[in-house]
């Protein structure tokens, strides 16, 4: 089996993070890999918004924890120090699977780098809040954006080869020859 097709089946969700920061370079190449997903007609019409700013990333977090309806405390990113929003451009006919391939990449590249992540949602309801809308303005980010998702990266905090694979469901493929 190639190494990316074994990195695709081995990547797992990671729900719990180490506090440790990531170092930049490696962020920057998860980011890279992501934004060379796929897009409809080669538009490149999604963006990531990388948060690293912990007073930040805890906001978000609250915000989506409210949204979520999760009980006071719980930390919807695991503790996750790095947070990547992925953002398409609204209106944009394939935003939403645009930014879900960016997600995709964004995760795989995480797990062939050693680091962990996860996909988190609600990012389409923080992102029609008015104070992320200034966020996205106060760091240059013009026009109308719609939130796909949150890509929580850090260091995961589990055994080696946790979590494990469940079984795939039969019945999922079929050939029409």
Not at 1 to 11: A, G
Not at 124 to 151: P, Q, R, S, T
Not at 152 to 176: I, M, N, Q
Request: net charge negative.
């Amino acid at each position: 089996m190639n190494d990316v097709i074994k990195n695709m089946m081995e990547r797992r969700s990671i729900r719990k993070f180490k506090p440790d920061m990531v170092p930049k370079d490696l962020i920057d190449q998860v980011i890279e890999a992501g934004i060379y997903a796929p897009s409809g007609k080669n538009d490149q019409a999604a963006i990531v918004v990388a948060i690293t700013n912990k007073e930040v990333r805890d906001k978000l977090s609250e915000d989506n924890r409210k949204i979520g309806g999760w009980p006071e405390g719980f930390d919807p990113f695991y503790g996750a120090p790095v947070v990547l929003v992925v953002l398409g451009k609204k209106p944009h006919f394939t935003s939403i699977y645009d930014g879900s391939l960016v997600m995709g990449n964004l995760m795989n590249a995480a797990h062939s780098l050693g680091l962990g992540s996860i996909w988190i949602h609600r990012a389409k309801e923080e992102f029609e809040m008015e104070e992320y809308k200034k966020l996205l303005a106060d760091i240059g980010v013009e026009g109308e954006w719609e939130g796909i998702g949150h890509c929580a990266l850090g260091y995961a905090d589990t055994e080696a080869g946790e979590p494990k694979a469940p079984a795939r469901k039969e019945g999922r493929v079929f050939f029409v020859e």
